[in-house]
Nanobody, 123 residues
Framework: QVQLVESGGGLVQAGGSLRLSCAASGRTFSRYAMGWFRQAPGKEREFVAA????????YYADSVEGRFAISRDNAKNTVYLQMSSLKSEDTAVYYC????????????????WGQGTQVTVSS
């Protein structure tokens, strides 16, 4: 069982930056690929970024490529999402998720989810 708790969301002006964190419980964090997803009001959940077990591979949605960076610290059981050059269309609830071993861009393949953190970008 893995419990995930996101933090770091908030209100930011367009062009600004935020760093989201997701703290995981348990001692097997390094066995899980991690992903960030988001859901805006009235829209379906969408993939944002994913990272492999030890951080060697990262994947991004086209809409955030070059602006967002995913990273992880296995010693701290934490995954991060550094968001820069934020746009109003980045406004959403951001969720982190864990999938045993294999990285995926498909949210349905993830095993555990956090409760989400709100990011609001004002224009």
């Amino acid at each position: 069982q893995v419990q995930l708790v996101e933090s770091g969301g908030g209100l930011v002006q367009a062009g600004g930056s935020l760093r989201l964190s997701c703290a995981a419980s348990g001692r097997t964090f390094s066995r899980y690929a991690m992903g960030w997803f988001r859901q805006a009001p009235g829209k379906e959940r969408e993939f944002v970024a994913a990272i492999s077990l030890w951080g060697g591979r990262t994947y991004y949605a086209d809409s955030v490529e070059g602006r967002f960076a995913i990273s992880r610290d296995n010693a701290k059981n934490t995954v991060y999402l550094q968001m820069s050059s934020l746009k109003s269309e980045d406004t959403a609830v951001y969720y982190c998720a864990a999938r045993l071993e294999m990285t995926s861009l498909n949210g349905y393949e993830y095993d555990y989810w956090g409760q989400g953190t709100q990011v609001t970008v004002s224009s």
